[in-house]
């Protein structure tokens, strides 16, 4: 069964420095996507990036980047010049397309605190 | 272009009764998928519609039900509420964002849904 794991519970970082959010996944299926979403308090889920698993180049969205490892079957999240309204939790996600599953699993998430 | 649209923001009930929660996808998009945010179980999927019929359910029991209308509106159910049932019940509308079968979700802002 596919399987997201985010493994740190909460991060800091200061504000304007750079963070890396750690995801694995694991699936049987050679085509699948994986996403990045953001949710602050409010509660709503914003989508931040996705990679595909054919793509050979690592996704890009202004200051968000993944970074793919297939073979390690990783999907890092990296925020460039981290900003106080980056605080919230961050969910990595899979969707496998083999199966036709046509749904998401999440990760656990983490927790990011961007500090002054 | 509005987002998805998800009503009532918050919600209280007494266990034992009846709740339905109201999901209008992005104008034009027919897919509608439903997800339960708890903080003991995290992000689970509970169903998708398309073009009114139910195509994926997750492992939830048959109270939890739902149903898409012809304007691609989506309604869940839960009967006989538990306390369990408490939780954020997350709405996403499915949309293609590149060329080919790569699509992500949009999501909505959710309803907190407080059984007593």
């Known amino acids: 069964a596919q399987k997201i794991t985010q493994t740190q519970p909460g991060m800091f970082v200061q504000e304007k420095e750079a963070v890396t959010l750690d995801c694995t996944y694991d699936?049987?299926?050679?085509?699948?996507?994986l996403f990045w979403y953001k949710q602050p308090s409010s509660g709503e889920m914003i989508f931040l990036i996705y990679?595909?698993?054919?793509?050979?180049q690592n996704a890009t969205e202004g200051r968000y980047s993944l970074n793919f490892q297939k073979a390690r079957k990783s999907a890092n999240l990296v925020i460039s010049a981290s900003q106080l309204g980056d605080s919230a939790m961050y969910f990595c996600?899979?969707?496998?397309?083999?199966?036709?599953?046509?749904?998401?699993?999440f990760g656990s998430g983490t927790r990011l605190q961007v500090q002054p | 272009k509005a987002g998805v649209t998800q009503t009532p923001r918050y919600l209280i009930k007494t266990r034992g009764q009846q709740v339905t929660l109201s999901c209008s996808p992005i104008?034009?998009?027919?897919?509608v998928s439903w997800y339960q945010q708890t903080p003991g179980q995290g992000l689970q999927f509970l169903f998708e519609?398309?073009?009114?019929?139910?195509?994926n359910k997750g492992n939830f029991p048959g109270r939890f039900s739902g149903r898409q209308f012809s304007n691609s509106r989506s309604e869940m159910n839960v009967s006989t509420l538990e306390l369990g049932d408490s939780a954020l019940y997350l709405c996403?509308?499915?949309?293609?964002?590149?060329?080919?079968?790569?699509?992500?979700?949009?999501f909505g802002s959710g309803t907190r849904l407080t059984v007593v």
């Open positions: 996403a509308s499915r949309q293609v964002f590149r060329t080919g079968s790569q699509y992500g979700y949009t």
């Open positions: 699936t049987s299926d050679q085509s699948y996507g």
């Open positions: 990679q595909g698993s054919y793509d050979e």
């Open positions: 996600a899979m969707r496998e397309t083999d199966t036709g599953r046509r749904a998401l699993t």
């Open positions: 104008s034009g998009h027919r897919s």
């Open positions: 519609y398309f073009s009114e019929t139910q195509r």
